[in-house]
């Protein structure tokens, strides 16, 4: 079963919506026995750092996921979801994550550039990143992606970071993955055709 | 770089999509399901519904459409007209919506933007700003002023020092309207974008006027706005959503293809 972690926060319906567009039979995993139970998880949301913690916290979510990103199936967060991967977020002060890709989620920085980063940006490989084996795999570098966040993962080793974009002079974590672990900072959900191809493959299926 | 947006805007009466003009007098258009749909698929960045519904029935009809455009588009849009509350809001984006734009309530009660950002983040609440010009006094500094309920009533509030307090208190985004060249498609009102633009650290989003490609180019590129609202030159059918973006790429402006 594929299931869409609920813990109060975000966009449930979107991803519910984008991944039903593929005739996937997703559904919302609300307890540590659901998630435990699925073979795909899709981890959404919008919202504050600390919010998001103390949600899945409050439903025993946290070392639910753990346990499951630890058992090498397919996790994939999106947005706060891909930030709440990391082991800190620096947002209204530091707070722990999940510290399933270790990493800070620290604030872009404000220099020549408007934050938030909303908008549609380019997604772009780093140097010697490959994304072959990732959701990402059918995408043409320099795709557009739809982006709102003012925070990003910066992941302790670089090879955790899977795509990055350009904000003015700053370059900004797009994706990080490692293993079956993908974290979406934009939102493929949101992003048309390319971003629905990502949700696709990380469903297991071919484009 | 982040791309310039194109974003269109529908107006939704009785769950219908209608178009007016000087907020005067409406003319129903259709499904906004369809409209949604047909935007998309021209290569729209982003739509804006507003509900302009008075009755109570026509509420409800509006979430029911804001569920059925989330099921048909995989684009963000937002959504406002109405919204006095945090609760109404969460009904909109649990609908599917990616914002909310607070336009006259936000100037009543400005901790509604704050409440919105609190809960849903900052890049849930957009500021609609209603901006009117006025003969500059030591009130309205910058010659346009606040107007609310569709341009009937002024506030006194000047635009440019409403838009940083909006920014202070939580809003993401403002979408400027400039009530003198809404709907006559001569062009946006590119002053007061520059000034709010200049003035404000968050995105702004032009919007009243958009009629040609070359008035989108000028609102983000003179007028400095990160996007540009257009609404009857594409409605009635004169241009395309791709054709605009491909005109405005061809003069030079990042635009998503």
Redo the contacts between chains.
Sequence with gaps: MIGVVDYGLG?L??VL??L??HGAAAELVATPAAVAGCSRLILPG???FADGMRGLRERGLDEALVAFAASGRPLAGICLGAQLLATTGEEFGTHVGLGIIPGRVVRIP?EAV?????????LVAPVGRSWSGTPLVGTVAGT?A?F???YHVVPDDPQDVLAVT???PHTITAAVGRGAITGFQF?P?????A??AMLRLFLGESL | ???K?VIVCLDVRNGQVTKGVKFQGNVDLGDPVDYARRY?QQGA?ELVFYDITASAEGRTLFVEVV?RV??AI???FAVGGGIRSVDHMRAV????A?KVSLNSPAVREPDLLTAGARA?????VVLGLDAKRVPASAAIPSGYEVVIEGGRTPTGKDAVAWAKEAEARGA??ICLNAIDTDGVRQGYELTITRMIADAV???VIASGGGGKPEHLTAAVTTGGA??ALVASMVHYGDYTVAAIKAEMAAAGVPV?L
């Excluded at chain 1, 408007?114 to 380019?122: A, M, Q, T």
């Excluded at chain 2, 984006?93 to 599917?96: C, E, Q, R, V």
């Excluded at chain 2, 849903?120 to 849930?124: R, V």
């Design positions: 966009n319906h979107s919506k984008a039903a567009h919008v919202g504050a404000a408007k934050v938030p980063h909303v908008g549609w940006n380019r557009w739809y709102v966040h003012s350009s904000h003015g939102h959900e949101k992003s048309g055709q971003g629905l | 770089m982040l791309m947006r998309y960045d569920r989330a099921a995989f684009i963000p984006l649990t609908a599917g990616e849903f983040g900052c890049q849930c993401g985004e650290r968050i995105p990160d996007a998503r």
